[in-house]
């Protein structure tokens, strides 16, 4: 797919006290319309104010009781990592808090699907829980929470997605997104919503003498820092990704710093060591592209209870061991997504449609195979979505034992769980309702957000929805929409290919989804080229003004049809300014992006 490369233009004027900084880091965060040196304050104080949310009262008074009063709570999340993180934060909290009785509950995907559904109550209800908790879901469960309190259970809903035309009738919802909420930071994960909801909590508790009243173990109960869950929301947060706001920054860049402290869970510690990544060197990435996945893994294949599990046990052995564990899920899941991957690519050049300028190309894809992991079906979403630019959506079987039984599989009178990813300009989810409202029952049921979003539907209603779904995109993107542009900083002059400056670029995140980590790009000539782990490109690169000053550069999954070639002596690249460490020692890599060869 062919890229449009554009740099980055300054939108602010930057303060003067930006004097100090070096002038390509006030290029970067021009470019990020950081206008003030205050906005780069990650200090706690500077996080939003809890009292600002909508419904926060009402939830605190409910848990307050259900301490006080000894109640049995339950914690029902969903099966991603932000779901873990905001089960673990609530489990630990709770119990660092001296709940009497807190206990968790994750919804099979397979078996249950998503969120707090009647049938997941009926399930809860059996360990008879006084109060449950739903933690990065629930906004959308009215069913459930009915069911819930019909068996006389109180429901606090803690979510941050997007909310349907009606609210569950829940004790209390805390979610920045409802109606009237003036909590300013709207991109908070699941878990940066129940952080705020524990820390006033804590508060609450201190206020009215609980922890100078209890006793346990006869010693007093010491009052939680809320600061040692910081890690784990920070993981949830970049796992999600969320964009990275002011709010969220502060909350990434905590975390961060209390790992490279060696002040993490013992969960997150063994999850980077099977992940070979530093503890001391970590940064945002590392969270979204090592742990995160391998977190996620439990979910998509197997019960993210093993990852509940991993993040809140207080034992090393047992987190290296389930570490390990997630570990071999995820090796399984990348199997599984390459394969689905080949599928998926075969069956569009089998009807002509491989190639991604095709006039005859659907605007929105939709791919489906009876034979396709649900687990795995987002990931592949995101895979032809990043190669083709256009929306996409997956579909498995919801239940892959009906596609087997023949007379079903023919009536198409099965489930089909979908999941879907977009592009800049299309939001997915308003795409998602538009269709409901033009096709009334097509779509069994949807949610999400503005890039990502899950929806179901009948087998035999695939077809109806493939073209619906086509032409309500077409309806919401230009031509212009479909054709990939990246962003970059502009280029980087000889002299700042250095190991402090690439350092410096690594500490001046967190970076992440909507604040980007440094791109930069330029052409430059080519002195060695060479697969290495069978479709990785290592290079090594010399500015044009500087060609006695060689670079090694890494673009990964390169197209092995057409790299190597030795014919090739000049390339233009976008890439990430990095440190590579190698026995030790440490050098200037260029992560490659993008990469074009130049006649």
């Not at 400056?501 to 440094?518: C, I, K, S, Y």
Request: charged share 20%.
């Amino acid at each position: 797919m062919q890229k449009v490369i554009r740099r980055r233009e300054s939108t602010v004027q930057l303060s003067p006290e930006f004097h100090t900084f070096p002038p390509l880091l006030q290029r970067i965060y021009a470019h990020r319309s950081v206008q003030h040196p205050n906005e780069l304050d990650y200090t706690l104080k500077q996080l939003s104010r809890p009292d600002l949310f909508k419904g926060l009262p009402v939830a605190i008074e409910v848990l307050v009781q259900a301490i006080e009063e000894g109640k049995r709570i339950m914690i029902v999340g969903d099966f991603d990592a932000d779901g873990a993180t905001s089960s673990s934060v609530a489990m630990l909290a709770l119990r660092a808090m001296g709940a009497a009785w807190v206990d968790y509950l994750v919804p099979n995907r397979f078996e249950f699907g998503y969120g707090l559904t009647p049938e997941i109550v009926r399930v809860a209800a059996q360990s008879s829980p006084d109060v449950i908790i739903t933690v990065d879901n629930g906004i959308s469960s009215i069913d459930g929470v009915d069911e819930a309190k019909r068996l006389g259970m109180q429901v606090v809903v803690t979510d941050h997605h997007l909310p349907g035309e009606s609210l569950p009738e829940a004790d209390a919802i805390v979610n920045p997104n409802q109606p009237g909420c003036a909590f300013p930071s709207k991109n908070l994960a699941g878990v940066g919503v129940i952080f705020y909801v524990m820390n006033a909590l804590r508060g609450a508790l201190r206020e009215r003498g609980w922890f100078q009243s209890q006793y346990f173990q006869s010693l007093q109960l010491p009052e939680p820092n809320m600061g040692d869950f910081l890690d784990l929301v920070a993981l949830g947060t970049v796992a999600d990704v969320v964009p990275l706001d002011a709010n969220n920054r502060v909350l990434v860049h905590q975390g961060l710093q209390r790992m490279r402290a060696g002040r993490m869970r013992p969960g997150i510690r063994a999850l980077l060591e099977v992940a070979k990544r530093d503890p001391e060197r970590i940064v945002a990435a590392d969270l979204g592209f090592a742990v995160g996945p391998r977190l996620n893994a439990a979910g998509r294949l197997d019960d993210m209870s093993i990852g509940i599990r991993c993040l809140t046990t207080d034992d090393p052995y047992e987190a290296q061991s389930l570490a390990e564990t997630l570990h071999d899920l995820n090796q399984d899941r990348r199997s599984i997504e390459t394969s689905m991957q080949k599928e998926a690519l075969a069956s569009l050049a089998a009807l002509g449609l491989e190639d991604a300028d095709a006039e005859q190309m659907p605007w929105g894809l939709c791919l489906y195979d009876a034979n396709w992991h649900q687990g795995v079906i987002g990931i592949l979403a995101s895979r032809i979505k990043d190669k083709f630019h256009r929306p996409v959506i997956a579909f498995a079987p919801a239940d892959l034992a009906a596609t087997s039984e023949s007379q079903v599989a023919e009536q198409g009178d099965f489930e089909i769980k979908g999941s879907a990813r977009s592009i800049p300009g299309l939001h997915i989810r308003d795409a998602l309702a538009a269709v409901d409202a033009r096709h009334p029952g097509l779509i069994k049921k949807f949610g999400g957000h503005a890039m990502a979003a899950g929806l179901s539907l009948r087998a035999d209603q695939f077809e109806t929805f493939q073209q619906a779904f086509d032409r309500e995109v077409r309806a919401m993107l230009d031509e212009k929409d479909l054709t990939a542009t990246l962003l970059t900083d502009g280029e980087l002059r000889p002299n700042e290919f250095s190991l402090p400056l690439a350092h410096q670029l690594r500490q001046a995140g967190p970076w992440g989804q909507q604040f980007p980590e440094p791109l930069f790009d330029g052409e430059f000539l080519v002195v060695q080229q060479r697969i290495v782990g069978e479709k990785h490109l290592k290079m090594v690169l010399a500015h044009p003004d500087a060609p006695q000053n060689v670079l090694d550069a890494i673009a990964f999954n390169v197209d092995t049809t057409v790299w190597p070639d030795p014919s090739i002596t000049r390339v233009h690249v976008a890439y990430q300014l990095d440190v590579n460490v190698f026995r030790g020692r440490e050098s200037v890599q260029l992560m490659i992006n993008h990469l074009s060869a130049l006649k």
